[in-house]
């Protein structure tokens, strides 16, 4: 079927690409987005344009805000479906456990709990027996946000990179899976493919023709981001190797597992299970206090990051403290517990195993929650290099094929183009169409969030219509229009959006940058304008080849032909 190994291996490469490079494009994007999430929540929610604030007191602050804390409607509607009979009402649900987290880059503070219900499941197999309530709670004054107020970066761009929004029976997850998978396989063979690695590194000649300037441009994007490829694909099927693909403890091994979890508890002297009687709650404030001063003698002095209490009102309710790691790769760690009756230590955590080490190092390297902007900016760097390596991917595939898929009336380039207009320009305009609606929508419109969702999915459906209405050159061996016509509107779009914020809230750069410096907010000011300036630029240079004169190429070099035909 092929003359050479690798001319299999650049088969391989060109179809895994192909029917995965759609959904790879989208992890990439997103992905480089969701570094800097909590700053493009900052932009969308004006509200929260304040410094970054520790945990506050639990006992002045947190603690009214958690008696005031509610079952969430959505959650209450989902357990409903599992249950026998009617769920109690939500205002008599008593709060069995809470968390409270914050990091380096967060003003606001997340927090939730489980509200114990009496109904028995439908599946018996099932002892998910509790309600979740969660809010976003301003630090400073103890108010809560409004469910409105959708938090544009960390709850849609963030979860768009792991599964997609589509959560029925975790089918985001498994997409994404076998596209990280799919990337691992696509590196290898990429590599085989590219023998002259270290030449193509730094060959990039713009001024050729499309086919020429796209391989090198995928190429260079390629091998410069070759070990941030590999490192996150890795990383993302070991995050959710236990809990997704392989969940031996949620299924198999179930029972082992309870079994495990009770024999743990008697180790570590943190209950299980309730005493079922009453106790009061001594000072958190005092547990934090003490946990500070533990891990300050340990020369690791730091913050609060996480927060944690279960079995609330009961004799056996204890208290964990986490210190929070925004000073080191790994997550938040050194967990220190306390007896929540008493305030007394009941377990200091010692240092983790080599494993658990290992694998708290991968995910932290993965979710990048250190203090560290320069290596940030290099995260969205990796990412970006990512998307254009799949996005000049797509534009190999079509320029190689158009011509011979002309002449036999084909329309598999003009489909494929379509797709890849969709994914790169049309992908980026539906991201800022829903920051436009984020400045444009009233602030206190109910159900804010939901309508800057629908406007994301329909600035991406019409971003699909028009690439496809417009695509019928390409069966002519011609170039899409869309390409230009998105990237002019993508320009509009991304000005707008900074101009709307600073009518909707004053904070306009010369303000952001400065008389009153928040760089969150004129970070995603100044990415919208380079967004706008790079698409002018590219839309430019599009309309200008549009209107050159196709002359036949004459000449091409055999080193050409065989570096091109390997992706065929």
């Not at 050479?4 to 480089?32: D, E, K, P, Q, Y």
């Not at 959560?167 to 997850?173: D, I, K, P, Q, V």
Request: charged share 20%; proline share 5%; net charge neutral.
């Amino acid at each position: 079927m092929f003359n050479s190994f690798r001319m299999s291996m650049g088969w391989v490469h060109t179809w895994l690409g192909l029917v995965l490079g759609f959904v790879l494009m989208i992890c990439f994007f997103f992905g480089a987005l969701s570094v800097f999430d909590r700053e493009i929540d900052r932009w969308a929610i004006p509200d929260t344009r304040f410094e970054p604030q520790p945990m506050p007191s639990f006992d002045e602050v947190l603690k009214p805000v958690f008696d005031e804390l509610k079952p969430h409607p959505t959650d209450m509607a989902a357990t409903q479906q599992r249950v026998i009979g009617d769920l109690p009402d939500p205002d008599t649900m008593p709060l069995k456990s809470l968390y409270a987290y914050t990091t380096h880059r967060d003003p606001v503070l997340r927090i939730g709990g489980e509200f114990g219900i009496p109904n028995e499941p439908k599946d018996p197999a099932d002892d998910h027996l509790h309600v979740h309530g969660w809010a976003t709670v301003n630090p400073t004054t103890g108010e809560t946000l409004s469910d409105s107020a959708l938090k544009i970066g960390s709850d849609w761009f963030y979860p768009m990179h792991f599964n997609l929004h589509l959560r029925w029976n975790m089918l985001g997850y498994w997409i994404v899976g076998v596209a990280a998978l799919v990337l691992l396989a696509a590196l290898v063979t990429g590599v085989i493919i590219h023998r002259k690695l270290f030449r193509e590194f730094f060959t990039f000649r713009p001024w050729k023709h499309v086919l020429r300037s796209s391989l090198d441009l995928h190429n260079v994007t390629g091998v410069v981001a070759l070990p941030f490829h590999f490192f996150f694909a890795f990383t993302a099927l070991v995050i959710f190797a236990t809990n997704i693909y392989l969940p031996l403890s949620h299924t198999t091994l179930k029972p082992l597992h309870e079994q495990h979890e009770k024999l743990e508890a008697e180790r570590t002297g943190l209950p299980h299970e309730e005493s079922g009687e009453a106790a009061p709650l001594a000072s958190v404030d005092a547990m934090v206090a003490e946990a500070k001063r533990r891990w300050a003698e340990r020369d690791m002095p730091g913050e609060v990051g996480y927060l944690f209490m279960d079995h609330i009102g009961d004799e056996n309710s204890y208290v964990s403290i986490y210190r929070a790691g925004s000073d080191r790769v790994a997550l938040v760690g050194e967990g220190i517990h306390f007896k929540a009756s008493t305030g007394e230590v009941i377990r200091e955590e010692p240092p983790r195993s080599v494993v658990a080490s290992i694998d708290e190092f991968l995910t932290g390297l993965h979710l990048q929650h250190f203090e560290h902007w320069m290596l940030r900016w290099l995260y969205v760097f990796g990412g970006l290099l990512g998307a254009i390596c799949i996005a000049t991917g797509f534009i190999l595939f079509v320029e190689k094929r158009k011509a011979r898929h002309a002449k036999a009336g084909s329309q598999g380039s003009r489909i494929v183009d379509a797709m890849a207009v969709t994914t790169v320009t049309g992908m980026v305009i539906a991201a800022v169409s829903m920051l436009v609606a984020n400045r444009i929508l009233p602030a206190d419109l109910a159900g804010k969030g939901q309508w800057e969702q629908t406007v994301f999915w329909w600035a991406w459906g019409l971003a699909f219509l028009h690439a496809a209405w417009r695509s019928s050159p390409v069966a002519k061996a011609r170039v899409n229009p869309a390409w230009r016509e998105q990237s002019w509107v993508l320009a509009a779009l991304s000005l707008l959006a900074v101009v709307m914020n600073w009518v909707t809230t004053g904070d306009h750069l010369i303000k952001t940058l400065f008389t009153d410096t928040y760089w969150a907010v004129a970070g995603v000011d100044l990415s919208l304008i380079a967004t706008a300036l790079i698409a002018m630029l590219v839309a430019r240079k599009l309309g200008a080849k549009a209107t050159e004169t196709v002359k036949p190429k004459r000449g091409k070099s055999a080193q050409h032909n065989k570096q091109v035909n390997a992706y065929d």
